[in-house]
């Protein structure tokens, strides 16, 4: 959809819908960057709130099954390279994960998607990405929200201004409503992907299923496109 709330001709709209305590929806993210355009796609980013999607479709996160845990740090060492993101577990997964947890970061986003436009949301959620699951770094304290604002170029007034917003509760109410949305279709984890074709909504979960997307799109997928990364 454009701001006028009409598909460009013969453009497809993908929504992303993530949580920046999900290193898999940041490869996701990375990757449907990297692809928007060989694609032809709108891709829409939609912030969520992955603990809500846990508790509301009765699932749990991987790190809480000790195999499941440790195969997931391999696993995302293996994509660090093979992706080309600068991924890296925090020191105290646990704790950034579960107990610092995301929901101001995720509030934040949604009034920037509500406030401000599309390359805003890309580029502080790249900034938060990076604080948390590359350099070790909160995204839970106003400073460090606010220093990911401004990182991705928003002016230190208007960092401000929207780190008030978070309290509101037309915000709130905007992340809820993303987050049922996901729900209502099905959504289990992040990130979870929502491909309209034909007026038809089709959700995919994970980073990895982009060769099924592409297919349903009649598109092709040429691998992470490492050469490609933004970072
Ligand atoms: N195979 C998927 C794994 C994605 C994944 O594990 N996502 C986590 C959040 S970081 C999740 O929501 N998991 C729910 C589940 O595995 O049921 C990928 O490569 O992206």
Request: hydrophobic share 40%; net charge positive.
């Amino acid at each position: 959809m454009t701001s006028s709330g009409f598909s460009q001709v013969g453009r497809k709209t993908v929504e992303l819908f993530y949580d920046v305590v999900s290193p898999y929806s940041w490869i996701g993210f990375e990757l449907l960057c990297r692809y928007r355009h060989k694609w032809n796609i709108d891709l829409k980013f939609k912030p969520f709130f992955l603990g809500a999607i846990m508790h509301y479709s009765k699932n749990s996160p991987p790190g809480s099954n000790l195999h499941k845990g440790n195969y997931a740090g391999k696993d995302l060492h293996r994509l660090r390279s093979y992706c080309n993101i600068p991924l890296n577990a925090p020191s105290d997964v646990a704790e950034v994960m579960f107990v610092k947890g995301t929901l101001s970061a995720q509030r934040l986003l949604t009034a920037i998607s509500m406030d401000l436009d599309d390359k805003a949301v890309e580029d502080v959620s790249r900034e938060l990405w990076l604080r948390i699951w590359s350099k070790d770094k909160d995204i839970t304290e106003a400073d460090s929200l606010l220093a990911a604002a401004t990182n991705a170029g928003i002016p230190m007034e208007k960092a401000k201004i929207l780190l008030t917003r978070i309290k509101d509760q037309d915000v709130k109410d905007k992340l809820k409503e993303r987050t049922e949305t996901a729900l209502s279709h099905g959504a289990f984890g992040a990130p979870t992907i929502l491909v309209h074709v034909d007026g038809k909504a089709h959700m995919y979960f994970g980073s990895d299923r982009m060769p099924l997307i592409a297919h349903l799109l009649g598109e092709k997928y040429e691998g992470p496109l490492p050469e490609l990364s933004k970072l």
